[in-house]
Every structure is written in C-alpha cells, then in structure tokens.
C-alpha cells in the first residue's frame, strides 16, 4: 500500500451540523501538550516533574479554496468556524476528533497571482465534550423526583400563607378564583388522560374524585382558610396526573402549555381587580406553577425512558404564540412564550426522540413555559398589593433545572442531526446506504418526511441540495 492511500478527505463539520470539506496546504502538523507539575525544594538542587497526563492535541491547518467562488466557499467556512461550541474535525492524516477553532482565524486571499485562492489560518484543539462525563440516569432522574416533591411541598405551603380570608369579601373573591382557574385545570387535564390507552379510565376517576373534593372545600366559603393547604395540594397532585403516562412528550408540552395558556387569559384584565390581586396571584400563581412542574418532570421522565425509541419528529410542528424560536432541525419544532403547542405527535412511539436537538428543543419548550410563568408573577409583584417569600418561586426553578439536566443527559447518548449539502446529483437509497450502511434501506421514511422530499426529489436528489441526517 502506498503512503498516500493513508490520506483522507479533510472535512470541518460546525456545530449546527453543516459539514465542508476543503483542500489544505502540505505541511500538516499536530501538536500535543504534556501536563506535568514541577516541584522545587529549599536545600536540594534540582526540581521534581511530575507526570499528569496528556493534554488536548492542536491541530494547525490552513484551508484552500479556489476557483471562480472560492471568496463565498472561504466566507461560509469562516462562518462554521465562529459557531459556538465543539464540531468535528476530519484530519486527512490524524484522524476524527471534537474540536473547537481556537485563537485568531487568518484570511488571504490571493486572486491574482495564486489564480482565484482563498485561504483560512486556523487552529482546531481538541476538547473534551459533555459525553465523556454526564451524570447517571438514574442519578438525575432521582434529583428530579425529589425536586418535584419538594415544590409540591413548598408550593401547597406558600398558598395557604398567601391567601387572604379576613373578610367575607375576601373569601368570595379568593372562591371565584378557584373555581374559574380549577374548572380550566380539570378540563384540561381530562383531556390529557383520555389518551392514557388502558389507563385513561382510571385516571379519569382519579381526576373527578379530586375534583369533587376541591369542590367540595371551595364550596366551603367560611372555612376556605382551613382547607387551603389542602387545596393546593390537591391540585397540584392533579396536575401531575398526565406526567407518566404512556404518551409522546411533544403531547404532554402541547397538553400542559394549552392549559397554561387558558389561566393565563383567566386573570389577563385582572377581573376581581386589584383588591383581590393578592388571592388572585395565590391561586393562579399555583396552579401554573404546578403545571409548568408537571410538564418539566413528564417530559423528562418519558424522553428518559424511551429516548432510544423508534421514532420521527418529522411531522411534530410546535407553533406558539407572540415571540421565540426553538427550531429543532429534527422536528421542526418552534415556540414563544405565553402561547399553545400543536404538535402532530402521530409518528412518536413512548416520547421517544430521534437526535440530541430534538431532546434539546424540549428543554427549550419548558423553559419558555417557566417563563411565561416568572413573566406573570413578575407583573403581579410590581402591584405592591402583597409579599410573596418566593419559597414556591425557588422550589420550581429546582425542578425545573433538574428537568432540564435530565434531558441533557439522555441527549448524551442519541445522534446529533447533521446538514449534508450534495456534491452532485444523488439516488435516495445510494445515499442513505452511504450514510447509514444496511439500516439505510429502514430509514427511507423517515429521510423523505425529514427533509419534506418532493416527488422529483424522492427520484432524484439534486446537486447543491442540503439534507438532514443523524450521526
């Protein structure tokens, strides 16, 4: 075999998953760090090194582009390189690793006498990615747990301190609340475990005899005060209902979302006014709260357990309302704050997720809903009509974070979604079996549905064509 049949394609693939692939200048080189410590002693000449290891290696390259659009080819690299965070380096000689550009990024262009070239100076080092040190599943999924109880807790506790019933007016107002924003809650959460499959009637029973017990106390209006704790606490057990069932997790943040979206309006034109803004903001303050919580530890929970199912998020279209964007690039997902889900959830098995961005934009899709409710309490606090000691505020924050950290780790273990742009016309299932080897023939649907193929496109791909796929 001859030396350079060792030699490979040099590729830079960015963080967001576009790959380019470049020419280089002849002298490679890779440089690695040695750790080591050096310890010095009075009285004794000489000093001791200790070996700690290796550090990341260095790998200085300078790209070349020529031709009549080697500018564009030399800007759009220089643009992958500027993404934050790590992307992959395919040496010709060395070999793949995780990678981030570091130091300064050099540009020359020589158009005149180095016939139409560009080239870009630049230093991938090697790092260390997450995936080398998450937390344990089971570690994380423990932290979540306890955080959601603890909210559950401090949530209930926070209420019955809250509330106000010194005057009968109080009680009334503090009652309205309640059954406006625990009709929207019931209703909502009905609708949730109606898809439960084998367990959907018995949830329901356990959603209408909760229900028939806040009724009952609500009804109650002279001894609201006594029965808050046990309100709150109800309802927040209700609202975790939907949280382990067996549905998709884009299902269960369309579901919670709604619900949130409706409380929200309850209360927009504040219509008990600001007197009664204090028991307002206690009941409302609650149930979103609870909701928010729920939504965090369902969907961590089910991408947790099933994160590894047979699924697509091709068809999943996360729509809300007035502002943000989380694009998942394998499911097209968006989102804004204060708005409702709509996801067509009809191609996921168990909440399953198909790569990294698609676990990612979940997290995303709780943390506008944690916003919609910090916006809220924010705006009720700015009225100066009551103290909140910010004890259920924290206590969601927590389940919230670790929610997010348990989606972190399960996206540790699936594929990140990678942008393919093509060098020449190309057959579906050549490429797909390029791709993906044998299972190419197994992920034809879910390939055509991802990158939303036209008839003529399923034929034949076009050169220039830019397709998702995992890897």
Known sequence: MAWNDEIGEAAYTSPSGKRMTFNYD?????????????????????????????????????????GADCLKQADDFEALLCER??????????????????????????LVSGLNESSVKVTFSETITATAFPESDVAAEDTLASAADGYEDAASSSFSELVETGSIDDKLQLQ??????????????????????????????????????????????????????????????????????????????????????DMINNVKKDPLGLKAVRNQYAATSTMVGALVAAMGFGVAKTASSASMG???????????????????SSGGISGGNGGAVSPNAANVESGGFQSRSAVLNAADLIAEQF????????????????????????????????????????????????ILKLDRDRQVLELLCELYGEAGFDRLDQFIADNELTADEIVLLPMGREVRYYG
């Not at 279209?317 to 998942?328: F, I, K």
């Not at 606090?381 to 009551?386: R, T, V, Y």
């Open 176 to 261: 309205s609340v309640l059954k406006m924003q625990a009709d929207s809650l019931y209703k909502g959460i009905s609708n949730m475990v109606k898809k439960a499959g084998d367990k959907a009637e018995e949830l329901q029973q356990k959603v209408q005899t909760y229900k028939n017990n806040v009724t009952g106390w609500i009804n109650k209006v002279d001894q609201l005060a006594e029965n808050a704790q046990n309100i709150a606490t109800v309802l927040i057990k209700t609202a975790r209902l939907p949280s382990e069932i067996a549905i998709s997790a884009l299902a269960k943040i369309e579901g919670y979302s709604s619900i949130i979206k």
């Open 85 to 110: 965070g790590y992307g992959i380096l395919e040496h010709p000689i060395y070999g793949k690793y995780n990678v981030v550009p570091t130091g300064e990024i050099g540009r020359s262009d020589n």
């Open 26 to 66: 002849s002298g490679l080189e890779r440089k690695t760090t040695l750790k080591t410590a050096e310890n010095v002693f009075p009285d004794v000449d000489g000093a001791e090194i200790q070996s700690l290891g290796l550090g990341g290696k260095k790998f200085p390259m300078t790209a070349i582009f020529s």
């Open 310 to 328: 047979s699924v697509s998020f091709s068809t999943g279209s996360v729509t809300t309302g007035s502002s943000g964007s989380a694009g998942a």
């Open 371 to 418: 916003e919609v409710y910090k916006e809220y309490v924010d705006s009720q606090i700015e009225k100066d009509a009551f103290v909140d000691t910010g004890e259920g505020y924290s206590a969601l924050l927590e389940t919230i974070v670790s929610a997010v950290k348990v989606l972190e780790t399960v996206s540790f273990d699936l594929p990140v979604t990678r």
